[in-house]
């Protein structure tokens, strides 16, 4: 890998994802792609594909928000296999939000996200946005 694919790579997954298009994004990710969510609350956990973070993350997230808007990211370092962000998210329900300042690093391989490491900035105020949700059980991500 080269800087240039990760930077690439990169900018196609976040062109993507900003405008909304959420199916374009997950383009981006590996079938065995494993994502490590930091924090306890009910969206943390490591997730082992791409079904598996679809299913028991990205579509919890969107069906119980009534707005998620990705606003930028900002690239802190970047290498051949990977790239740390500072994403900048909303969202909303009803009249509560929560914006995060989430930091994440992605490991890319060709053109592919094979591994993500998040962790919100505000950890506290996101798990109290989201704590509504139930846990998924465990063994089931």
């Known amino acids: 890998m080269t800087v240039e694919n990760t930077e690439r790579v990169m900018h196609a997954y976040h062109d ?3 405008p909304g298009d959420q199916e374009a994004g997950m383009d981006f990710y590996a079938t065995d792609l494993v994502v490590h969510m930091g924090g306890d609350g009910p969206l943390a956990g490591v997730f082992h594909s791409r079904e598996e973070f679809v299913r028991n993350w990205v579509s919890r997230v969107a069906a ?3 707005s998620w808007d990705v606003v930028g990211n900002d690239t802190l370092l970047v290498g051949e296999d990977g790239v740390l962000l500072l994403v900048h998210e909303k969202w909303s329900r009803g009249d ?19 591994e993500c490491r998040f962790a919100d900035m505000n950890q506290p105020e996101v798990e109290a946005f ?11 991500h």
């Open 64 to 66: 119980y928000t009534d």
């Open 130 to 140: 989201f704590g509504d949700l139930t846990p998924v059980p465990a063994g089931r």
């Open 96 to 114: 509560r939000s929560v914006t995060t300042e989430r930091l994440g690093y992605y490991r890319v391989s060709g053109d592919k996200i094979v």
């Open 16 to 18: 993507a994802w900003e």
